[in-house]
């Protein structure tokens, strides 16, 4: 689904994203892990066409990012605030989103309530701009607005990171369930690798740049990234 | 502490990001701003001729104090319109062991250095010099200049407290401007009492009574104890924040849906300027632009086309110029999202297309009213219409593919130069001069009318081949997005 060959990505001489190939396959659950700095928002930044590479390419299904626009159709993606039009209402916000993958009004908000546990009763009819809500409810903004376009690939950058404990089981509830049944193509990154190993069947592991460790999740996967992150500090 | 502050303060100028653009920009401002203080002066150096001129038979003196008050009036007026609050995100102070009132006499130091506060001393002193100190002496002297002085500080407080006040509730502005205009009626419109009789009265007998010029010293204090107060209870984030909670309800714009996704995108556009205090504020503008006319058609020595083509200009295209000229910036809080949604770039500028279309269209119907100046203005203006449309929305969109500078829509507009760059001024040129250079060589053979007729054929020339541009500029968005979005993603 998702093919990165030779991707480098270099800022004032430190190079920040070096893969010379990554291959993801179609249905498969992906997790990113690594310290700040590691290059995962910048290697999620070049998947999106949202950074131009110095060298290499991403192509999703069989595509270059950055040529063709198709991946925009079946990609859903979050990775900060700056993916919210935080003047408009989550409910706006989400027609809008809807009528980009030709959804009527009618059929979002049949929509919606499926969230409703997700949200806790603190995004829908609330009567709030989205950049009034705190960060933890713009990401589950987010994340539903991703939800509502029926992806093929799933994109989150640290989507656990700011929102509250049953909200975080909720989610990964959700993605377990929706990549089992509709078979999506779902990358996360998180600092919590209670969460990634519990959600991903796959951990790529980044240190500067460059993806150390590409392991298929098992019982003792935990453990081993746990060894490694308190061996670094 | 004061120190401190400042020197954080210099550094949050220096380090941040923009810094080199922000130095031009400062520069450029301090040279506007020591340009008006000269003209201040050289008012103020021939302000008893001045007098003598538009008072003829009366006391130099008389009539300047007769007009203090006035001037106070003016400058309270001015002030709520320029002044601006002043801002030491004092966030990362707050929860620090730093007293509140530290941070409040910051602000309130800080808030002092504005030419509002220098005018008046500038435009007083020469005439208390040449006309006070030697006819009436230096105590009376000192005792002008220091109510002048504490009148300045008293406006400069109370705007302070009243914005501040206007910021959580409006209210506050319908019974400030309720109270001006209650008295300016009462002394023109009702002549119940004469202002400026009650100025000349006031200062005549702090000229007689040198030490009660002290009062308006305790106005100044009064008033700063005010805005102080009112500071102190109030320095809580959510406060200094905006207190809006009303609730926030979700609109249609159920028009345009039929122009498919860029409707969509246009619907998007329009909550934004409604919703955000500084693209609002530039509509406020263009809305004041529409009594353009009335400065150029009022006054007779302005016969000909060319007045006409540039009022005509102004007032059909002042929304393509205002707010075109800052794209995509009021986007960019939202950018990237845009980028990575399934909206495509055409579509995107489209919606522009679509935007300008829509405002123009209101202008202009707006500017119809001026055919009781004759037809040729309503004419010249539709001509103008066509050109806006055809020609200076291409050139502005062509420009907002090089503007990478982010913008932080809750400001306001005035004196605010966030954003502004190289770009807005390189296509002031192209904007401004365009029609003329097409207009001017047939208007001084003979034929201003052929002058004209050529802006509208190559109005309408551009805007029949719009798709063709429309492509190019696509073309070029798409090699310029990253840039665009790096810009963007600098606060």
Same mark, same amino acid.
């Given at each position: 689904m998702i093919g990165i060959s030779n991707l480098k990505k270099k800022y004032n001489g430190v190079t920040v994203v070096n893969i010379p190939e990554l291959i993801i396959k179609r249905g498969e659950t992906v997790g990113l892990v690594g310290n700040n700095g590691a290059g995962k928002t910048t290697l999620f930044r070049m998947m999106l066409d949202l950074i131009r590479p110095d060298s290499g390419e991403v192509l999703s299904d069989e595509k270059n990012v950055a040529e063709s626009e198709a991946w925009k159709d079946y990609t859903a993606s979050y990775l900060d605030e700056g993916f919210l039009i935080d003047y408009l209402t989550p409910e706006e916000y989400f027609h809008f989103i809807g009528g980009l993958h030709n959804k009527s009004k009618v059929q979002v908000d049949s929509e919606l309530p499926a969230f409703s546990e997700f949200f806790n009763g603190e995004i829908l009819k609330k009567g709030k701009y989205i950049r009034d809500l705190s960060k933890g409810n713009q990401t589950k903004v987010g994340v539903a607005a991703c939800m509502i376009q029926n992806p093929q690939i799933l994109m989150l950058d640290e989507p656990f990171a700011n929102i509250d404990p049953s909200t975080q089981i909720r989610l990964k509830n959700m993605v377990k369930d929706i990549s089992r049944e509709k078979h999506i193509t779902t990358i996360i990154s998180s600092h919590d690798l209670n969460h990634v190993t519990e959600v991903c069947e796959r951990i790529l592991l980044m240190e500067k740049g460059k993806i150390i460790k590409d392991i298929a999740t098992n019982s003792n996967t935990l453990q081993e990234l746990e060894q490694y992150f308190s061996v670094l500090s | 502490m004061t120190l401190t502050f400042l020197i954080h303060q210099s550094k949050a100028f220096w380090r941040s990001k923009n810094t080199g653009k922000s130095v031009v920009m400062r520069v450029v401002m301090a040279i506007l701003i020591l340009y008006l203080l000269l003209n201040v002066l050289v008012v103020a150096f021939f302000l008893d001729r001045i007098l003598k001129k538009t008072n003829p038979g009366q006391d130099i003196l008389y009539s300047f104090n007769s007009y203090i008050l006035y001037y106070f009036l003016m400058d309270l007026l001015l002030r709520f319109q320029m002044q601006e609050l002043p801002t030491l995100s004092v966030k990362p102070y707050l929860h620090l062991r730093i007293k509140k009132n530290q941070l409040i006499n910051y602000l309130s130091l800080t808030s002092l250095w504005t030419t509002f506060n220098l005018t008046p001393i500038l435009l007083s002193l020469p005439?208390?010099?040449?006309?006070?100190?030697?006819?009436?002496?230096?105590?009376?002297?000192?005792?002008?200049?220091?109510?002048?002085?504490?009148?300045?500080?008293?406006?400069?407080?109370?705007?302070?407290?009243?914005?501040?006040?206007?910021?959580?509730?409006?209210?506050?502005?319908?019974?400030?401007?309720?109270?001006?205009?209650?008295?300016?009626?009462?002394?023109?419109?009702?002549?119940?009492?004469?202002?400026?009789?009650?100025?000349?009265?006031?200062?005549?007998?702090?000229?007689?009574?040198?030490?009660?010029?002290?009062?308006?010293?305790?106005?100044?204090?009064?008033?700063?104890?005010?805005?102080?107060?009112?500071?102190?209870?109030?320095?809580?984030?959510?406060?200094?924040?905006?207190?809006?909670?009303?609730?926030?309800?979700?609109?249609?714009?159920?028009?345009?849906?039929?122009? %498919?996704?860029?409707?969509?995108?246009?619907?998007?556009?329009?909550?934004?300027?409604?919703?955000?205090?500084?693209?609002?504020?530039?509509?406020?503008?263009?809305?004041?632009?529409?009594?353009?006319?009335?400065?150029?058609?009022?006054?007779?020595?302005?016969?000909?086309?060319?007045?006409?083509?540039?009022?005509?200009?102004?007032?059909?295209?002042?929304?393509?110029?205002?707010?075109?000229?800052?794209?995509?910036?009021?986007?960019?809080?939202?950018?990237?999202?845009?980028?990575?949604?399934?909206?495509?770039?055409?579509?995107?500028?489209?919606?522009?297309?679509?935007?300008?279309?829509?405002?123009?269209?209101?202008?202009?119907?707006?500017?119809?009213?001026?055919?009781?100046?004759?037809?040729?203005?309503?004419?010249?203006?539709?001509?103008?219409?066509?050109?806006?449309?055809?020609?200076?929305?291409?050139?502005?969109?062509?420009?907002?593919?090089?503007?990478?500078?982010?913008?932080?829509?809750?400001?306001?507009?005035?004196?605010?130069?966030?954003?502004?760059?190289?770009?807005?001024?390189?296509?002031?040129?192209?904007?401004?001069?365009?029609?003329?250079?097409?207009?001017?060589?047939?208007?001084?053979? %003979?034929?201003?009318?052929?002058?004209l007729a050529l802006i509208a054929v190559i109005g309408l020339i551009f805007m029949i081949s719009r798709e063709f541009w429309l492509n190019k500029l696509v073309k070029r968005f798409q090699e310029k997005r990253y840039l665009i979005a790096e810009g963007f993603r600098n606060k």
């Open positions: - | 005439l208390l010099i040449k006309v006070v100190l030697p006819e009436h002496g230096l105590a009376q002297f000192w005792s002008l200049l220091v109510s002048i002085i504490g009148l300045t500080l008293s406006n400069h407080f109370f705007s302070l407290w009243i914005k501040r006040k206007v910021n959580l509730n409006a209210m506050w502005m319908l019974i400030f401007f309720g109270t001006l205009i209650l008295f300016v009626s009462l002394d023109f419109y009702f002549k119940l009492f004469s202002i400026s009789a009650l100025s000349a009265g006031l200062f005549n007998f702090i000229l007689k009574n040198p030490l009660y010029c002290l009062i308006f010293l305790l106005l100044a204090l009064v008033v700063y104890i005010l805005n102080y107060r009112y500071l102190k209870s109030n320095l809580y984030l959510e406060e200094l924040h905006t207190a809006d909670t009303s609730h926030k309800s979700s609109t249609e714009i159920p028009y345009l849906n039929r122009f %498919g996704k860029a409707g969509d995108l246009v619907a998007n556009e329009l909550k934004l300027i409604l919703r955000n205090k500084r693209p609002r504020s530039v509509i406020t503008m263009s809305l004041m632009f529409m009594f353009y006319g009335l400065i150029f058609y009022t006054n007779p020595t302005f016969s000909g086309y060319s007045g006409i083509v540039f009022c005509g200009m102004f007032m059909t295209g002042i929304f393509i110029i205002n707010y075109g000229q800052f794209m995509f910036s009021w986007q960019s809080a939202h950018f990237d999202g845009i980028l990575v949604s399934k909206v495509s770039a055409m579509d995107f500028f489209r919606s522009k297309f679509l935007l300008f279309t829509f405002f123009s269209s209101i202008c202009f119907l707006l500017t119809i009213p001026y055919v009781y100046f004759g037809w040729k203005v309503l004419i010249v203006h539709f001509i103008m219409f066509i050109w806006n449309l055809g020609v200076n929305t291409l050139l502005v969109l062509y420009f907002a593919n090089q503007n990478y500078r982010r913008i932080d829509l809750s400001k306001g507009a005035t004196f605010n130069w966030e954003g502004v760059g190289a770009s807005q001024w390189i296509l002031s040129i192209p904007l401004l001069l365009a029609p003329f250079v097409i207009y001017y060589p047939l208007n001084l053979l %003979g034929y201003p009318e052929a002058g």
